[in-house]
């Protein structure tokens, strides 16, 4: 049946510190992480009081524990029934501590004690509560007062101890007869002769012991000597191996550009010399056509013509032509008529014939030949005519050739360009230094013998071959040496358990259990002999110390924890101390660990006694703090996994650490991992946007909005869901209503709504006519004044009278001293512009940067306007609230770029009154702004990820001063920064100067300079000022004036939340 587990952990706030709350705590190993400064160990001391009664001890630096005793509670889920723990102020150093059952059943004293098992206090408080940071001695868990008690618990059912463990022992009484003392002195005589007996059968088997190991030790230094000459060459083959494959890394850069990488190089030589075949067929081709072109145009310019069969007078020729060819033929008819009558008597025709016929067969031979030469003509134009279609086509015939022999030589060009990436190289190689120009050292040397250059070879492939089949064969034989070790860690680590067991056999052989147990019985008997013959009744001796298989359980513990360095936890005889048997063999005692050691001694008692308990059915949450707090990185990475082995039995373990590393390493195993970091600043709930109603007005009608918050920055911005975009017809938009609940105006968290329920505050228009003084006073809360309710006021009265204004127009209005819709409508818009532009510049304006787009001098004009149209509402509504009228106006400084001296008006025009205080650091600042950090020191801690003050708020002293690795940044260094860069966030007006000297003064803390007298903080400061270590602080400055100096702790009172930074 499980026993009593601790299910929730809730640490009261005090004096406006934020209460922390660890619920769903697992019934195994849980981790409650924190770091410094967040409550982690005050919540841890709370729980270790309820559940154990054990007191706190000496302050230790916790925000919430330091001066006053913090209350708090714890459930608890027993068989009993679950039970709620509480602790009480009473003004007393331990507070009150009561019980009461859930379910509200009666309670008493003896309901505690069966909760407890009946087990004394004081053996809770020493073995079930571990605060590590305190050094706790393992020398206490092995005292014999404490074995007394223990053993006590573990046989309750024979021996039953009183309530706080100091009860008297069982009496017996020996008998004081004769034959009872001589019975006494037989028992008394045989244990000792059976001591004896044991004692020289265990030297005899201490000295065989010791000669087998001898033999395990020469063996094993033989095979360490092999396992150490194979690791030598395991290295040696891995760094060859490395320096192979670095090598091909670099050789295979140039295949990462490639975009086809020759696959097939037979198929691709194939593909170029076809191409270089068609390439040069289609040269020939075209070489072909040229010949052809150019005879064409020689055959062209022969057959030009003379132009006389285009003209158009040749058809007037060939007319008159035809009309004297009729006039011949004309002629031709007559001679022949005469010719046909010339046998007629008196007709002699002979004489004249030829006379007659000769013209006309010239005038017909003349026109023949005419003819013939308009024939001519007209064949020359014709083949002409031919030869220009004939070079058209060879133009054409060639321009196609000529495109087909320029793709062909692309593509040719495109295979060589794939051939030569192959054996290009990705990156340039190199160049020789130039001689007169190149002044870099060792350029000529890694050209020369650089290993990088074998990219520049043109036997990359055959290489990078090469180089594969050696780091094959380094492979190969890493493997072979590999196994080898391998084979020998095993012979090792088998004769390494054979040395230890004859070890521990050696160790039991004198002073095993058995002998033990005979000379406490000796020593008893001896006792009650004494006893009966002085006539004393006879007490049993103490039991011993620890059993001896709980001594070897946290053996086996210890030599986890601390990674095999420690083997064995080994008794002491008599007086002496226990002693611890490292991996080399040596006794140490218990004093001469280290811190870590000491601890990790401590943690394997603590778990094996109570694992030893557990088994008798005592089972109760074990509380560690800090366990991880002095152990290296691997040691913490081993106790992480032991604790979480040890817890997964069943047993509740809770883990409280600052150690982030420690934390993820049990997150990794499963382990629940509660983070005060965020349990200080819980996320709010989730619940449905709220609605709110747009007030009613005469020209615009209601509407019903759903708000949604954004984070912009550190703020929540409003926004409506939806569009950011207004049509005419629409109602205007407000991001907060008079009527809406005080829970739409977080500013104290998800706690707003039922902290001002208190004050009989619901809702926005509540809080708005309320008196700011008694609003602050009622809650009572640091760093809220009634200046800072005036601020919520005005914040509140912007989003609800101006439409279209959200929460970060609000705050940087506000800041700009806009504090009243009406000072935002009679405000002169340049002015504004100006003002808000200087205030997003500077240092309290940088988280608004990325908003700077919002407060355009257009858009700024068009609030202008809209507070304008809402006038009436605003001045009706202001006769009801009285902090508009008895509220400091304090406007900004408007300076106008012109000659004349800048004019400090208020929001409404009329003349500033006194400036108020400015908070000159903030948690966005720079971590160069914060004090004593210089330059060099924020390069330091950027490169470690500290870059705002925020981060060096953050941080841990111990890791980041470790991490930086300076000998002059020690974590007393960084805490000292934090506590300066705290006061400068949270006291106005304070500088770094200031903030340095009153850290050096003790004053590391806001509220502790809130409460010191002001004439104490300038005696300290001013006595600071004449020492030294003042002047430098100083940094050869002159010393603040006592006046400077109480203006500071006067500032201190109007000090702000750090989370408001």
Not at 43 to 70: F, S, T
Not at 144 to 155: E, I, S, T, V
Request: overall charge neutral; aromatic content about 4%.
């Amino acid at each position: 049946m499980p026993g009593m587990r601790i299910t929730q952990l809730h640490l009261a706030g005090h004096e406006g510190g934020r209460a922390l709350s660890v619920d769903r705590l697992q019934p195994q190993l849980n981790v409650v992480f924190g770091p410094p400064l967040s409550g982690k160990s005050t919540i841890a001391q709370l729980a270790a009081h309820l559940m154990y009664g054990k007191a706190e001890g000496p302050a230790r630096p916790e925000p919430l524990g330091n001066a006053h005793l913090v209350e708090g509670s714890i459930e608890v889920d027993a068989p009993q029934g679950r039970f709620l723990l509480r602790r009480h102020r009473d003004g007393t150093a331990t507070g009150r501590l009561s019980i009461a059952a859930v379910n509200g059943a009666a309670v008493d004293g003896r309901t505690v004690r069966e909760l407890l098992y009946d087990l004394a206090p004081s053996l809770l408080a020493e073995l079930y509560v571990v605060d590590f940071a305190r050094a706790p001695r393992a020398a206490a868990l092995l005292a014999p007062d404490f074995a007394r008690l223990y053993a006590a618990a573990l046989h309750a059912d024979s021996t039953k101890p009183a309530a706080d463990g100091g009860g008297p022992p069982r009496v017996d009484r020996a008998p004081a007869t004769s034959a009872g003392i001589d019975q006494l002195v037989r028992r008394r005589d045989e244990t000792a002769r059976a001591i004896e007996l044991q004692l020289s059968a265990r030297r005899r088997e201490s000295a065989e012991l010791e000669r087998q190991s001898h033999e395990l030790e020469a063996k094993l230094g033989a095979l360490r000597g092999q396992a150490e000459e194979r690791l030598t060459r395991l290295r040696a083959v891995e760094i060859e191996l490395a320096a192979v494959e670095s090598r091909l890394r670099y050789l295979a850069l140039a295949s990462d550009g490639h975009r086809n990488p020759l696959t097939e190089p037979a198929k691709h030589r194939q593909q170029l010399e076809e191409l270089d075949a068609t390439i040069s067929r289609t040269r020939q081709t075209l070489a072909e056509l040229q010949s052809r072109e150019a005879a064409v145009r020689r055959d062209l310019a022969e057959v030009h013509p003379d132009g006389t069969a285009d003209s158009a007078s040749i058809l007037a020729d060939q007319r008159a032509a035809v009309g004297v060819f009729e006039c011949l033929l004309d002629e031709l008819d007559a001679e022949v008529a005469q010719l046909a009558r010339s046998h007629e008597p008196g007709r002699d025709v002979g004489r004249d014939y030829s006379l007659r016929l000769l013209p006309v067969a010239q005038m017909l031979r003349h026109q023949l030949y005419a003819f013939c030469g308009q024939v001519t003509e007209q064949e020359r134009a014709v083949r002409r005519v031919q030869l220009h279609a004939e070079s058209r086509q060879l133009a054409r015939a060639q321009a196609d050739f000529r495109e087909q022999l320029e793709h062909l030589l692309e593509r040719r060009q495109s295979l060589v360009h794939e051939e030569q990436l192959a054996q290009r190289t990705t990156a340039p190689a190199p160049q020789a230094p130039a001689a007169n120009h190149c002044r870099c050292h060792g350029h000529e040397q890694f050209v020369r013998d650089a290993a990088a250059m074998l990219l520049a070879g043109g036997n990359r492939r055959s290489l990078e071959e090469t180089m594969q089949v050696e780091r094959a064969a380094l492979e190969r034989k890493r493997d072979q040496v590999r196994q080898e070790c391998d084979a020998l860690r095993a012979d090792i680590d088998e004769l390494d358990a054979q040395w230890r067991s004859l070890q521990r056999q050696r160790g039991q052989a004198v002073s095993g259990s058995d002998v033990d147990e005979l000379r406490a019985e000796l020593a008893r008997l001896e006792d009650q002999i004494n006893r009966v013959v002085s006539g004393e009744p006879s007490v049993p001796a103490a039991m011993p110390i620890l059993p001896h298989r709980r001594l070897w359980k946290a053996s086996d513990a210890l030599a986890q924890l601390s990674g095999g360095r420690l083997l064995e936890i080994r008794r002491g005889g008599g007086s002496r101390q226990a002693q611890i048997i490292d991996r080399d063999g040596r006794s140490l005692a218990i004093d001469q660990l280290s811190g870590a050691q000491q601890d990790q001694l401590y943690l394997a008692l603590t778990l094996a006694l109570t694992s030893s308990l557990s088994s008798r059915g005592v089972d109760l949450p074990l509380l560690l703090d800090e366990p991880f707090l002095r152990q290296d990185a691997r040691s913490a990475l081993a106790m992480a996994g032991v604790l979480h082995e040890f817890a997964s039995h069943g047993r509740q373990v809770i883990v409280f650490t600052a150690d982030r590393e420690a934390a993820r390493r049990c997150q990794s195993l499963g382990t629940p991992v509660h983070d005060l970091c965020f349990v200080n600043q819980p996320a709010p709930p989730k619940r449905e946007p709220p609605v709110v109603a747009a007030p009613a007005s005469p020209s615009l009608g209601g509407a019903t909005l759903r708000l949604v918050r954004e984070t912009v920055g550190e703020s929540p911005q409003p926004r409506v869901a939806g569009e950011w975009t207004r049509g005419a017809d629409e109602p205007e938009v407000y991001f907060l209503d008079e009527d809406a609940s005080i829970a739409d105006f977080p500013v104290l968290g998800n706690d707003t709504a039922s902290v001002f329920r208190g004050l009989g505050i619901n809702t926005v228009h509540e809080l708005l006519i309320a008196d700011a003084a008694d609003v602050a006073a009622t809650l009572n809360r640091h760093g809220i004044t009634s200046e800072t309710v005036r601020l919520w006021q005005v914040h509140m009265s912007l989003m609800c009278f101006v439409p279209g204004l959200t929460l970060n127009d609000a705050q940087v209005l506000a800041a700009c001293e806009i504090d009243s819709p009406e000072a935002l409508y009679t405000v002169d818009g340049r002015l504004l512009a100006e003002s808000v532009e200087r205030f997003l510049e500077g240092s309290g304006g940088r988280r608004f940067a990325a908003l700077r787009d919002r407060f355009t001098p257009e858009r700024l004009a068009e609030l202008q306007r809209s507070a304008l149209r809402q006038r009436e509402r605003w001045l009706q509504a202001r006769v009801r609230r009285r902090w508009t009228d008895d509220a400091k106006k304090v406007a900004v400084q408007r300076t106008i770029s012109a000659p004349a001296p800048a004019v400090k008006l208020s929001a409404a025009g009329r003349p500033r009154g006194r400036r108020p205080l400015r908070y000159l650091l903030g948690r966005n600042s720079s971590v160069e702004e914060a004090p004593s950090i210089g330059p060099a020191a924020a390069e330091r801690l950027g490169r470690v990820g500290i870059r705002t003050v925020a981060d060096l708020l953050q941080a841990n002293p111990d890791s980041t001063a470790e991490e930086i690795g300076e000998p002059r940044v020690t974590p007393e260094t960084v805490l000292r920064w934090q506590r300066e860069a705290r006061l400068a966030c949270c006291i106005p007006e304070l500088r770094s100067c200031g903030a340095r000297l009153l850290v050096a003064a003790g004053f590391t803390e806001p509220s502790q300079l809130a409460a010191a007298p002001p004439a104490e903080v300038v005696r300290r400061v001013r006595n600071l000022c004449r020492l030294p270590e003042g002047r430098r602080l100083l940094r050869s400055g002159k010393a603040p004036s006592a006046e400077r100096i109480a203006l500071w702790a006067k500032n201190a009172a109007h000090m702000r939340p750090l989370e408001a930074a």
